[in-house]
């Protein structure tokens, strides 16, 4: 069984080992800063008009809707019908807003 010292000695050879591949890594493969090097972009002005796409631009403090911004509101999602239960007779309390 190794002891302390060679068990120590071989994390630090193999850390720097993953150091390297992880440097090489980078090396041969760099991060695209530049958009035109992206395979696609989609810019936010280019957006189709959707009634789920909403588009605001920041007037001082007030908002005020547009059709060319930068803030998206994301989807807008429907109010779940209301189902009849049948057991809702049987039911002791508001039960709707989970008091007893």
Not at 30 to 56: G, N, V, Y
Not at 70 to 84: I, Q
Request: charged share 30%; aromatic share 8%; no cysteine.
């Amino acid at each position: 069984m190794p002891d302390a010292k060679s068990q120590q000695q071989g994390r630090e050879r193999i850390a720097r080992v993953f150091r390297y591949l992880k440097a090489l890594n980078e090396h041969r493969n760099p991060a695209k800063r530049d958009l035109s090097e992206q395979p696609w972009t989609l810019w936010f002005r280019s957006l189709p008009d959707h009634p789920s796409i909403e588009r605001h631009v920041l007037n001082g403090r007030t908002r005020r809707k547009t059709t060319s911004s930068s803030r998206w509101a994301g989807p807008r999602s429907p109010r779940p019908r209301s189902r009849r239960l049948p057991v809702a007779e049987w039911l002791a309390g508001d039960w709707r807003s989970g008091r007893p």
